[in-house]
């Protein structure tokens, strides 16, 4: 009997839920691997050197966590508010053209930072803004955001193309590389031997805690939330749920902008064809790995982001593709996906 | 470049996306959305190709191709149709593994020669004045993508079971009622819908782009798959003539390269998706108006989703 | 042909059913009728295979059956015409004919269907969409694909709402005729005109059991009495304080949503009313309280509240609070805890802390008596602590209070208690609208009692002026001042 009621304990239920994804999730990659000839012992150590046994390999994963987390943030509005914003890859562009837009001005008169400053707000309501055209899509036009987004995604890669093909494109010749590089003083600093701008690790982290004290500590994020549980009795509360969807799509494009503008002004500073690197579709998959939860988010970011930049070093040790690490994020989110499914059969909700 | 080439490059060039974007329609018409068509592709893209070149039969390749698409839609289908959850997330998350599995397992095999399908003059018919360049000079599995235009059409709109598949994606309740289980239909539906795309990927890497690598080349094209059901409105005709539009748009990219430098090609891949944005206002405004003309008009060219598309059903 | 026997069914404590046994003959129309939540659509539920059965047995043709799926019912010849159509709106109505048949021959069916259309006197287009047609024309529909599939017994839910009088007459026609070829049944109903014209036996069902079963003809006064429970004649008489200002005034206000809508609703509620909507579900009182409620738009006419025009008709404000009949879908927010609830509710609290609401939300929980404690979720309350919650959620300031079904699922006492809250919150210059299944409960709580019938107001009388046979009467239909209907086909496929 004392066993029955320690395995319903909620944190046991937790764990043990944790554990069961993990294993189904890493047992099959591992089975996987060990059919094909590879011992997964090798590729947990190669990862694992490539990411966090080393303080400037270390440094890479902050970079890719960096983006990862802005991008999750953004999501956790949406997926409060009941909404799907597969558009946030477009977002992240977005944000990116935004702050492409100030940084590439050679004669803008504003000191540095001031200039800098600016590009990022920019990519804030460059990002919010295509969030919002999706949202207004959906209020008006009827276009389900999950068809509008995507469609939306791509409209930014061609704009994108356009942007770094055509009239940005570097003196003479047009090159799929990326624009000119900005001047340097419009770099965002990086002291000597890191890999990161502090700057940017500071934003990232203040965004978090903006994220969890407006949608735990505050009316609006309250009023998000009852949104996405049931439009309908919302609307008994006084709250208007078209209106409270957008401006968590417009909150949640813009915290997916700035990732844009970080990729831009701290880490390639010109604007790429691959600006985004996928993040924000990588950002959907931890935020629902982590089951929509804030708390999560965070270490699921860096687990990501560990396998992302550790997984750079598979060619290069063992001769494997890099998108091993792939495999793995995929396969955690779809064992947890039929862990849940299987629990809410269990519970007879089905 | 002469049109009767230029017609034949057209229909060899969409064939994939036409099986595709048809076996997508199969899936949504019976209510559930397989987002996974672009892992799916690229995975049986790599199946294909290296089930073909490691036992040297296309005929092998291209089954392992659909087999893949159909293990895929399986496990869209048990998470999303019978375990509730979204098909949405379900789907998001597999187009991702699919594609890095494709990737990682097909590594050993990348830039290697490998075999390719031959084309099947069709005799007699090959020689026909233009129409037998562009039809009859082709490869089986263009020759396949012609036939599933009518064959999709046929299966729908004038079999039993093509009713019983439009009718759970309608209202699964009433096909309860009827005395069908509409979960079982709703899973064989994405089942063969998964297989189409499997094939299709096939038909990439041992035919239209043969060869399997990093990039492929035919990544992007179940997003545009995706999109084109939706600007054919969930029609077959419509699906296959939007796959073609966008042939065209291809070609047409490919060909005034030259002319219009200032226009990256890639332009014209961006093109099915505001256009598939502008079907669904348009669809939405005209349920709405109460201009009959306009309703009318917009009618011919694209009807409604199927009402219960993405909604799990529960047994009462 | 088929026999139930000793029927029970329960959905967790709630016993829906009990010891229910009726028999369905041949050649001969079986009328069941009962008040809102009798148990009538469980039961039809049950013989159809939809819902499965705790107790009793089924018998077919005096062999034991079972039913576990529609499928099974359908091998027994049993069809069900469901109150809101169970077809597919953008499948044509000939692909709605074939739908679930074993064969599939389009040609055979479009002959079929013409000939079945012609001999019940209706008229169809087989390549029009199913959702161009009127509800009448969906049921005809569905009544030819049953009889086509080989229904030997066909259930009927109350078939007679939201459709044309002409529609009425043909399905009347429809159903006598298919009684003389040797079918049996069951129609379920409310109207008792339908009942008297139609039936050979009834069956009447009073809180999951039967409470009689006559043969025709049938004693009126009787089966009114069977129905409804008896009452006596005049409980404490609430007090009339009618004030002169008007609180919500509908102008000939029409609307097409749901099954019988509203049609050309005209009534001034003035302050310091309490008003009780009555009449069976779906008669257009839920649609009338979230009109007035200003979460619907009316298709036409005008609403005033507090003597301003809505904007579009629509929009909501807080000085209006609704009280919804499904608490959990409508009303509440699963998932969210109490103290969230009231956080909401309230003004004020931009930021919050774990401690924020939490004294507002034990006052709450005590003064309304809610069992649960402030970090409770609204889902894991009982149905009855969730109207309470809901009554605790009700601001300060609001001068209408419209509620459905405002004590389902309350004890007497709690009942009691609810209605004291509620007449105490109204305010002098407020008014309460409600609609309840329980006339008991509209006699004794109202100062005015509004009947709905098929969509319109077929009775407006104050309290103090009418009865409980006059009320019970006008659910039924038998007020007399039944205008005719003027509903015809949308389609314009019905010949006039």
């Keep these: 009997m004392r066993y029955v009621q320690f395995m319903k304990h909620p944190l046991f239920s937790r764990f043990a839920r944790i554990s069961v994804i993990a294993g189904l999730a890493l047992g099959g990659v591992g089975l996987l691997l060990f059919t094909l000839g590879i011992s997964p012992v090798d590729i947990g150590v190669t990862l694992a050197r490539g990411s966090i046994l080393s303080l400037q390999k270390f440094g890479h994963v902050l970079t890719i966590w960096i983006p990862l987390l802005l991008c999750s943030c953004g999501l956790l509005f949406t997926f409060r508010a009941g909404l799907w914003n597969i558009g946030i890859e477009g977002q992240v562009v977005f944000g990116a053209i935004a702050a492409t837009l100030l940084l590439r001005e050679e004669n803008l008169g504003l000191p540095a930072a001031a200039t800098l400053i600016l590009a990022h707000i920019l990519s804030f309501i460059g990002g919010g803004l295509w969030a919002a055209f999706a949202g207004f899509l959906k209020n008006r036009g009827g276009v389900n955001e999950i068809f509008g987004g995507l469609g939306l995604n791509f409209v930014a890669q061609g704009l994108i193309l356009w942007l770094i093909l055509g009239p940005w494109k570097r003196a003479g010749v047009a090159s799929m590389s990326g624009t000119e590089m900005f001047a340097r003083e419009l770099w965002l600093s990086t002291p000597p031997g890191w890999r990161l701008a502090p700057a940017a690790l500071v934003i990232a982290c203040i965004a978090f805690a903006a994220t969890a004290v407006l949608l735990g500590a505050t009316r609006f994020g309250l009023q998000i939330r009852a949104t996405g549980i049931n439009p309908t009795a919302a609307r008994l509360f006084g709250i208007h749920p078209g209106r409270t969807g957008l401006l968590a799509m417009a909150i949640g494009g813009g915290l997916a902008g700035l990732a844009g503008g970080l990729q831009v002004s701290c880490v390639y500073h010109r604007l790429l064809p691959s600006i985004s690197s996928g993040y924000g579709y990588l950002a959907l998959l931890v935020v629902m790995l982590a089951h929509y939860r804030l708390r999560p988010v965070p270490a699921i970011c860096l687990f990501f982001a560990c396998l992302a930049a550790g997984s750079i070093q598979l060619p290069i040790v063992l001769k494997l593709d890099s998108s091993l690490a792939g495999v793995i994020q995929g396969a955690c989110v779809v064992s947890a996906l039929l862990v849940h499914g299987l629990q809410k059969r269990q519970r007879g909700e089905l | 470049m002469d049109p009767a080439t230029f017609l034949a490059a057209l229909v060899a060039m969409a064939a994939p996306l036409v099986l595709a974007a048809l076996g997508e329609t199969l899936t949504e018409k019976a209510g559930v959305v397989n987002l996974s068509l672009d892992g799916t592709i690229l995975l049986g893209a790599m199946t294909g190709f290296v089930v073909a070149s490691v036992t040297q039969s296309l005929l092998l390749g291209f089954l392992a191709a659909g087999l893949t698409g159909c293990l895929v839609a399986a496990l869209v289908a048990v998470i999303g149709v019978w375990l509730g959850q979204s098909q949405v997330a379900v789907g998001f998350a597999l187009t991702f593994l699919c594609r890095d599995l494709a990737y990682f397992l097909g590594n050993p095999y990348a830039r290697q020669q490998g075999p390719q399908l031959a084309t099947l003059p069709v005799p007699l018919l090959a020689d026909l004045p233009f129409f037998g360049t562009v039809f009859f000079t082709h490869s089986f599995i263009v020759y396949l993508s012609f036939l599933a235009t009518p064959c999709c059409i046929y299966f729908l709109y004038h079999t039993r079971h093509g009713l019983t598949l439009r009718a759970a994606g309608e209202n699964p309740e009433g096909c309860w009622a009827r005395g069908i289980d509409p979960n079982t239909v709703r899973f064989l539906a994405t089942l063969a819908g998964g297989a189409m795309a499997g094939l299709a990927g096939a038909a990439f890497s041992l035919a239209v782009k043969p060869g399997w690598g990093h990039p492929q080349g035919c990544e992007g094209i179940g997003w545009i798959a995706l999109a084109l059901v939706i600007f054919g409105s969930w029609h077959p005709l419509r699906v296959a003539a939007g796959a073609y539009f966008f042939g065209l748009l291809q070609l047409l990219g490919i060909a005034f390269q030259d002319s219009f430098p200032g226009i990256p090609g890639q332009i014209f891949q961006v093109a099915p998706f505001p256009l598939m944005i502008f079907t669904l206002i348009l669809i939405h405004l005209s349920r709405n108006t109460k201009n009959r003309y306009f309703a009318g008009f917009v009618r011919l060219f694209g009807s409604p989703p199927p009402r219960g598309l993405g909604r799990p059903y529960r047994r009462p | ?496």
């Design chain 3, 1 to 496: 042909m088929i026999e139930l026997a000793n029927i029970s069914k329960n959905f967790g404590k709630v016993q829906a059913l009990q010891g229910v046994s009726l028999s369905a003959e041949a050649g001969s129309i079986h009328g069941i009728v009962g008040e809102n939540g009798a148990g009538k659509s469980t039961l039809m539920k049950i013989l159809t295979g939809f819902t499965s059965r705790s107790g009793g047995e089924i018998l077919c043709r005096g062999k034991k059956i079972s039913l576990d799926r529609p499928s099974d019912a359908m091998r027994f010849g049993i069809g069900m015409l469901y109150q809101e159509p169970l077809d597919f709106p953008q499948l044509s109505v000939l692909e709605n004919f074939m739908a679930g048949e074993a064969a599939f021959a389009p040609g055979q069916a479009r002959a079929d269907l013409a000939r079945l259309a012609a001999a019940f006197g209706f008229v169809f287009h087989p390549d029009n969409r199913v959702e161009t047609l009127t509800v009448g024309e969906r049921q005809q529909l569905e009544l030819l694909r049953l009889i086509h599939g080989g229904a030997r017994l066909l259930i009927l839910d109350e078939p007679t709402t939201g459709i044309s009088e002409r529609q009425q007459e043909q399905l009347f026609a429809a159903l006598r005729r298919l009684k003389a070829d040797g079918a049996a049944i069951l129609l379920v109903s409310h109207k008792l005109e339908e009942i008297d014209s139609l039936c050979d036996t009834v069956t009447v069902l009073r809180h999951g059991r039967v409470a009689a079963a006559m043969r025709c003809p049938f004693d009126r006064q009787a089966l009114l009495q069977a129905m409804f429970d008896s009452l006596p004649e005049r409980l404490s008489p609430p007090q009339t304080a009618t004030g002169k200002e008007p609180v919500v005034e509908f102008d000939r206000v029409v609307v097409t949503v749901g099954r019988a809508g509203l049609h050309e609703a005209t009534i001034t509620v003035r302050t310091g009313e309490v008003v009780g909507l009555a009449g069976m579900d779906g008669s257009g009182q839920a649609v009338f309280l979230k009109i007035a409620g200003g979460f619907l738009p009316p298709e036409s006419g005008q609403i005033r509240r507090f003597g301003r025009t809505l904007p579009n008709g629509c929009g909501c404000s807080r000085d209006v609070a609704f009280l919804p009949a499904d608490r959990l879908a409508e009303g509440l927010l699963p998932g969210m805890t109490l103290r969230e609830h009231h956080i909401l509710a309230a003004r004020g609290h931009i930021f919050l802390s774990a401690a924020t609401g939490l004294a507002g939300s034990r006052r709450a929980i005590d003064d309304f008596n809610i069992k649960g404690h402030p970090e409770t979720t609204a889902e894991e309350l009982s149905g009855g602590n969730q109207q309470r919650l809901l009554l605790s959620l009700i601001p300060d300031e609001v001068r209408l209070i419209l509620m459905e079904n405002p004590t389902r699922g309350l004890d007497v006492q709690s009942a009691d208690w609810t209605w004291q809250q509620l007449h105490r919150r109204k305010a002098e210059d407020g008014a309460i609208i409600f609609a309840s299944p329980d006339l008991e409960e509209i006699m004794a709580q109202a100062t005015r009692v509004v009947v709905f019938y098929d969509g319109r107001i077929i009775l407006d009388t104050p309290t103090a002026a009418t009865d409980y046979h006059e009320i019970s009467r006008a659910i039924t239909g038998e007020a007399g001042t039944t205008g005719p209907s003027d509903e015809v086909g949308r389609s314009g496929l019905l010949p006039d």
